[in-house]
């Protein structure tokens, strides 16, 4: 069973998030992205775009429109390696990866947040090695550098929006227990962990 916050609690902690990014920052952080995302991508190859679920659907949504002047493939692939809380399980685990041959292929991430660096390094061995793409590049909205792992100092996403301290974050995609996916801002919750 998954953990999820209750309706009222739910309630309570929702009037507690303070706006860190508005919906205006994040479209305009979107689209600057999407611009350096072009300069590295060829028409001719086109995108293979892979948002990683549940936390990088809304952010998918808006970059992959920014991005319709080249041609561009999508599929899902979902990866989990929280547990409950703010604190990692430690453990990457992928559910129900189809995926077409992407051997050449140009592929391009895109995620929620960049944190521990354990799921990025994850997908990054798994689309260079397993899928034998050609090229692999991270977007992610946020990076949590301060947090990265010693063994994954060197991970960082090719693209992202903002960068930010030890804070746990919520909202466009980002969830508290499962809750406050659906904000159209990002927001933190003091005193949350
Ligand atoms: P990692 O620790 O870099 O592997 O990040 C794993 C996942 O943890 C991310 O894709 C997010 O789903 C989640 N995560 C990390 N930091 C936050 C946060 O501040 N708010 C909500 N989810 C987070
Ligand atoms: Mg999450």
Redesign the pocket.
């Known amino acids: 069973m998954t953990s999820t916050t209750s309706l009222s609690n739910a309630s309570e902690l929702r009037a507690k998030i303070q706006t860190l990014y508005s919906a205006e920052e994040i479209q305009q952080g979107v689209a600057n992205l999407a611009k350096e995302i072009l300069q590295d991508y060829k028409s001719e190859d086109g995108i293979f775009a892979v948002p990683?679920l549940k936390?990088a659907f809304m952010f998918a949504s808006d970059l992959v429109k920014e991005l319709n002047s080249i041609p561009l493939e999508l599929e899902f692939i979902r990866v989990s390696?929280?547990g409950t809380g703010?604190e990692?399980s430690g453990n990457i685990t992928a559910h129900n990866i189809t995926l077409p041959n992407l051997e050449g292929r140009d592929v391009l991430i895109i995620?929620?947040?960049?944190?521990?660096?354990?799921?990025?390094d994850w997908l990054i061995k798994f689309f260079t090695n397993m899928c034998q793409a050609r090229m692999v590049k991270i977007a992610a909205v946020v990076d949590?550098p301060c947090?990265r792992l010693e063994s994954f100092k060197h991970i960082k996403p090719d693209y992202s929006c903002f960068e930010i301290d030890d804070?746990?974050?919520?909202g466009y995609g980002?969830?508290?227990q499962q809750e406050f996916r659906n904000l159209p801002y990002i927001g933190f919750i003091e005193d949350i962990n």
Request: charged share 30%.
């Open positions: 990683v936390g390696s929280y703010t990692s995620e929620d947040i960049v944190d521990t660096g354990r799921t990025a949590k947090r804070k746990f974050i919520v980002l969830d508290y």
